[in-house]
């Protein structure tokens, strides 16, 4: 068997892998779910709502199954009759600039990416959520999300694509180290400025209004010695009715955002202990660490994808006699999974441990906090239906934020 064989029949074990792994760990989870509510539960939902909550985990259950069951096997198909392999040979026997060839094929991809999942992304909105009460978005929204989404992506990635293939074209295999530094100042950029630039396409941020939440924000962020560069409010409810709020920039643009179902649903008090969760992963360096790990995963990929593009069989591996950027790097991606699968589950762990320690600043520098955040964190918990018995290795995998009552629990403790 040859290497280019060889890496075939290790990519498609990683696929099956990868989904035969998703699908026993969904079912767990499943099966965990579906426990008598506990006298800590009992605070969150009433015997009603307790019966909601598993019928949507169970209705998103039985849909994920699905979803992830034909997206597994379009891949495969792809990968094993040669549909990566011959697109690229449609667009050179078109094209004879390579870095366009490159471009071209991704674009592609995120095209018919985007068209197939708009059904399911209908579906999960307009049947699911509307079902359990939680859409607000009208079919016109949706499809102009959907339309805005896409050209973005296209924008952002085949400019990013475009600039990685040159360096790596110029530079072949020491192009790792220019090519990460590139897309670490990307990553900075949108840290920065991503929510100023990208979040109004989607939803209006006005200034949250002048009253006590905005006294009690100020005076609290005053306190603490945090230069709030804006605090806004944002129309989600257009789309939703989840509660949230968030937190971005660095440095002295520093933007926080209360979603208007939030503003609504929460106390005064309750928002400002949210908000002062908020400061918590800004103080304790929460920013910073999470972003500084980021790159050193980006820096683990670029530098693998230093060693091992180069490798013709890697195009071999897809079907393509004539090795190419693109279908190098597809592979590479693919034969990556474990790789990411273990990255995923550090920045997880480290993730849900920033999570207690922003509650315990929250409790530290708010009087009061322990419980407007106990029931800030209920209603929210309420507002979405959460799963309240989320099994351990889905938690692991899935959860950058603790399940619920082991939040609850901790703030009590």
Known sequence: MSTSDLLLLGIVLFVLIDFSAGMVINYLNERSKNQPISAEGAEIFNPEEYA???????????????TTLISTVTILAAIILGGFSWL??????????????????????????????LPAGYYSTFVIEEKFGFNKSTKKLFFQD???????????????????????????????????????????????????????MFNKLKPLPEGELRTAVEDYCQKQGFPLSKLYEMDASKRSTKLNAFFSGMGKVKIIGLYDTLIEKLSTQETVAVLAHEVGHYK???????FAFSNLQTLIIFSLMGWLLGNPNLS????SDTPS???????FFLLFSPVSTLLGLINNSFSRRNEYQ???????????AREHMYNALKKLSRESLSNLNPHPVYVAVHYSHPPILDRLANLHK
Do not use: C
């Not at 026997?93 to 068209?115: K, Y």
């Not at 110029?170 to 950029?189: G, N, T």
């Not at 304790?284 to 999470?290: L, N």
């Open 52 to 66: 909601k909550s598993m019928a949507y985990g169970t209705a998103k259950y039985r849909f994920e199954m699905l």
């Open 88 to 117: 690229d040979a449609q667009l050179r026997d078109r094209l004879n600039n390579n870095l366009l060839i490159t471009v071209v094929f991704i674009a592609i991809l995120i095209l018919i990416s985007t068209i197939a999942n």
């Open 146 to 200: 959907a339309i805005k989404q896409l050209l973005i992506s296209l924008a952002l990635g085949l400019v990013l694509l475009y600039a990685v293939a040159w360096i790596y074209q110029e530079l072949q295999s020491q192009f790792w180290i220019i090519a990460w530094a590139l897309f670490a100042a990307f990553s900075l950029f949108m840290f920065i400025f991503g929510t100023r630039i990208f979040l109004p």
């Open 284 to 290: 304790r360096k929460h920013v910073y660490t999470m």
């Open 316 to 319: 071999k591996a897809l079907g």
């Open 325 to 331: 950027f693109h279908l190098s790097m597809l592979a």
């Open 358 to 368: 922003a509650d315990q600043y929250s409790i530290d520098t708010y009087p009061g």
